[in-house]
């Protein structure tokens, strides 16, 4: 629809609404009012809500307080349209005559109606001083509208803050103010925060009335007006602060320490800087308070403390530093002890959560007598029992079990944080064991127990080994158990902490075969793979599982997992999408186990690249094409996944060229060679070879410097289409969050596009070589002018040399960030291996390019999660 229809559609229905309002029927002009917030959204155009907003104007002048009232209504639900309002003047015009009504009702309701419309007459005088004769009326309904109007206009404008601040100020003091009312006009204080004479002003006036009245809540409303001035003006913000601190350790009222202690969590929200002294008494109320209560206010003080501003940095710069942080880790673990409830441990392990990574990420700079090791001893060894507590615990309503499920949730991140900050592979290695020792003891949380050891799969992908074998043995145990869900989340786990260690071990430490081996057995028994080769049961979770082998770059797995899985499959377009996947991860096994297996840029003797035949592929590439325009043909959105097998059929192509390209110019080489050494009637022969050699690379560089480009143009339109959740729908089980969809999405084309840049990077330097090489420099002026692209810009984040990647760990570090040291590493041996001083090293550098192909071809590739999603749903089940 145009926007010149939507307009035509607005005012006919507008018009409908002025033609069943004029039936004066009381019941039909109530339900007409009501109508309106629906106008407003259906044709939210700033012509349409003009005209409606002025109808309502009129109706509210010319109508009775009930209809006056659903106005009112109209407008608080509507607030957010009410920028669009143009004749903002004439609005309030037809409004504001009723404050000169003699009906104190509706003076209120007019009141009320000029704070909705705040946002937009904030800047009145008329209104202004409408406001404030209201707040002398002897009309109670009439003055608490006048307040609220108020408060509304100062939250948006100053100086309507500045005028009205004399009136607040006396009326706050004088005794005939009703308590109810004082205490929604201390609020008004505190919008007052803009301007540095205000806020003192406002902070002058709650200060001065804080001790004239015992009330409770009169007292809480100052406190928190205090703290909104202090947060945002940072005015007088220490003695703000110390206020908050002395009520909360010493005022007779438990709800005002509670309130007092809430204030300052607002503070530490805001990042505003606390004393060491503030520290200390916080954990002295831990310590006295008179019930658990306090005690977990004072410790979510103390946490917003310690994560959200500076102290713990602070902290480093003491002096007595050492006496510090022992005295932290002391009060803490005293706070610990003494906790009985579940909320109150929890709030202590986030406190250990936020404290003792901190002191070993900067154990170089403390003393080495602190002994924060045995404190995490203490505190894992609390959480552990803690969680066996909670999940052993079947009390409780639906609500309390739920609870206590998220309890266990955030306990069991903490405690893998906290066992992962020593940097002791024993601990790491000992929860491994107790991680799955939990998953056969409780089901029911399989879900975040598996999460908890691919976190640590991640973190510490060199304990792969140790994580290994226990989760096979759990899987094996698993295998004839009717809840398949913790076999799926746990299978996903091994699958994904295998990826992770694959960058990061060696050939030699980890055998990729044996681990498919193992995994196709247990899948072959998860779905009882039968005499006739097909699965019998559990065909979901085996799609599901191959789905996510292929995200991971375990196509063997994805193999085992999708063999005849299409069998039982009735509708077509899921008989296609399943053949296409069963061929595509056989195209990727074949490229993984066609090559030897050997860690990027490193030697590879006994290499045979120039017998490398990748036509098989590419042919089986066309056919899941064929496959995927097929399924097109029955409604079903394939579009993004034709991009992805056509450029990975495309990539073959390229590599195919690059290796058939290399051997020709290693060929050339030494034919160049022989004829060095010929006759000089064949000088005129060798410009046209070296000519015709660096065409050949270029273009095969140029290739995969398209493809890494079309990459890019993918990754930015994929971009904007998942930035609309609403838009996608997905074909398997919903686990992960759209954040890690497209984390993993992102991850998985970058790789592909690395691949890209790195080979266009390598033949190029060999192309460059070439050309620049002293032996062939005499034949340079005739050789053809070829454009060389610089490659170079685009891999400066995998060419950059700033750290010193021997010395690094593999600990706590993102997948990512492993795969581009992999590649940097990869690049830095291609530039150390490259040289063109004469024949045999300009040889070895064209050989060591060619390993470096085959290396590329046989890499790992992981799909993106978006090739599983469609825009309209395909069930395979």
């Not at 069991?412 to 066992?419: D, E, G, W």
Request: hydrophobic share 40%; glycine share 2%.
């Amino acid at each position: 629809m145009t926007r010149a229809a939507s307009d035509e559609a607005g005012f006919k229905r507008l018009v409908e609404l002025e033609t069943e309002y004029r039936t004066q029927r009381a019941a039909d002009q109530l339900r007409a009012i009501a109508s309106f917030p629906r106008l407003f959204d259906e044709f939210p155009f700033p012509v349409i809500i003009n005209a409606a907003v002025l109808k309502l104007a009129d109706y509210f002048r010319n109508s009775n307080n009930i209809q006056r009232h659903a106005i009112l209504q109209v407008f608080k639900s509507s607030q957010h349209h009410l920028d669009k309002v143009l004749n903002v003047e004439e609005t309030t015009k037809r409004i504001s005559p009723m404050m000169q009504s003699n009906d104190p009702l509706a003076r209120a309701i007019t009141l009320r109606l000029l704070g909705c419309m705040s946002t937009i007459i904030y800047d009145r005088i008329d209104v202004y001083h409408n406001i404030i004769h209201s707040l002398d009326s002897s009309e109670a309904m009439e003055a608490s509208a006048a307040v609220y109007a108020a408060d509304r206009i100062c939250a948006q404008s100053q100086k309507f803050c500045a005028i009205i601040s004399g009136k607040l100020a006396f009326m706050v003091r004088d005794e005939k103010t009703p308590l109810p009312l004082r205490r929604r006009l201390i609020r008004i204080f505190g919008h007052m925060f803009e301007d540095i004479t205000l806020a003192r002003l406002a902070r002058k006036t709650c200060l001065d009335i804080l001790d004239l009245n015992q009330d409770g809540e009169y007292t809480v409303a100052i406190l928190k007006t205090l703290t909104r001035l202090a947060s945002h003006s940072l005015v007088d913000v220490t003695q703000q602060i110390d206020l908050l601190v002395l009520k909360a350790q010493s005022h007779e009222s438990s709800g005002i320490r509670r309130v007092s202690m809430m204030c300052l969590g607002l503070l530490a929200d805001n990042g505003i800087k606390f004393e060491q002294e503030h520290v200390k008494v916080l954990f002295k109320i831990t310590h006295e308070a008179k019930d658990e209560g306090e005690t977990r206010k004072a410790m979510s003080v103390l946490n917003k403390i310690f994560t959200r501003t500076s102290m713990l940095s602070s902290i480093l710069l003491d002096n007595d530093r050492t006496a510090t942080v022992n005295e932290l880790l002391r009060a803490g673990l005293q706070v610990l002890s003494l906790s009985q409830s579940s909320l109150g441990k929890q709030e202590c392990f986030e406190f250990f959560a936020a404290v003792l990574p901190f002191l070993v990420e900067n154990r170089d700079v403390l003393p080495q007598d602190l002994r924060f090791p045995e404190a995490v001893t203490v505190v894992t060894t609390t959480m552990e029992q803690f969680l066996v507590e909670t999940w052993s615990s079947q009390q409780g309503n639906q609500t309390t079990l739920q609870e206590r499920r998220a309890q266990s949730g955030a306990v069991l991140s903490q405690l893998v944080v906290l066992a992962l900050t020593c940097d002791e592979d024993k601990r790491v290695t000992d929860l491994i064991a107790r991680l799955v020792e939990w998953l056969r003891l409780f089901e029911n949380q399989a879900d975040i127990l598996a999460k908890a050891l691919l976190k640590v799969a991640r973190l510490r992908p060199t304990l792969f080994q140790g994580l290994q074998e226990p989760i096979l043995a759990y899987l094996e145990h698993r295998l004839n158990n009717t809840n398949t869900k913790p076999f799926v989340q746990v299978f996903k786990v091994i699958i994904e902490a295998a990826s992770v260690y694959r960058l990061t071990a060696s050939p030699t430490a980890f055998n990729p075969e044996q681990l498919e081996v193992s995994l196709s057995t247990l899948l072959e028994q998860f779905g009882d793979f039968d005499i006739r080769e097909r699965y019998t049961k559990n065909h979901w979770e085996l799609y599901q599982l191959a789905r996510h082998a292929l995200q991971s770059g375990w196509p063997a797995v994805a193999v085992a997992a999708l063999r005849n899985l299409e069998k039982p499959v009735k509708s077509v377009p899921c008989v296609l999408w399943l053949s296409s996947l069963q061929i595509m991860s056989t195209v990727e096994r074949s490229l993984q186990s066609g090559q030897q297996q050997c860690a990027l840029g490193e030697a590879r003797p006994e290499v045979n690249a120039t017998a490398t035949d990748l036509y098989p592929q590419m042919r089986q590439y066309a056919q899941v094409v064929d496959h995927l325009h097929e399924m097109e043909a029955y409604q079903v959105d394939r579009s993004f996944h034709l991009q992805i097998c056509i450029m990975r059929r495309e990539y073959l192509q390229a590599c195919q060229h690059a290796i058939t390209s290399l051997h020709f110019t290693s060929s050339s080489i030494l034919t160049r060679q022989r004829l060095q050494a010929g006759p000089a009637g064949l000088d005129a022969l060798r410009p046209l070879t070296v000519a015709t050699d660096e065409v050949l690379l270029i273009q095969c560089a140029n290739n995969f410097s398209q493809l890494a480009h079309r990459y890019t143009l993918l990754k930015a339109k994929l971009s904007t289409s998942l930035s609309n959740p609403a838009n996608i729908t997905m074909s398997g089980s919903p686990l992960e969050s759209l954040y890690n969809m497209d984390q993993q999405t992102d991850m998985a084309i970058g790789v592909l596009q690395t691949m890209c840049l790195a080979l266009a990077y390598a033949i190029q330097s060999a192309a460059t070589l070439l050309a620049s090489s002293a032996t062939y420099s005499q034949s340079q002026s005739m050789q053809s002018k070829v454009e060389i692209f610089d490659i170079d810009s685009l891999l400066i984040p995998l060419l950059s040399q700033a750290e010193d990647l021997t010395s690094r760990s593999d600990g706590a570090r993102s997948s990512e960030s492993i795969f581009n040291d992999s590649w940097r590493r990869a690049l830095g041996y291609l530039n150390e291996q490259l040289h063109g001083e004469d024949s045999d090293s300009l040889q070895r550098s064209i050989s060591t390019v060619q390993e470096f192909v085959s290396q590329c071809i046989s890499y790992p590739v992981p799909f993106p999660h978006e090739f599983f999603l469609s825009r309209d749903i395909l069930h395979c089940s």
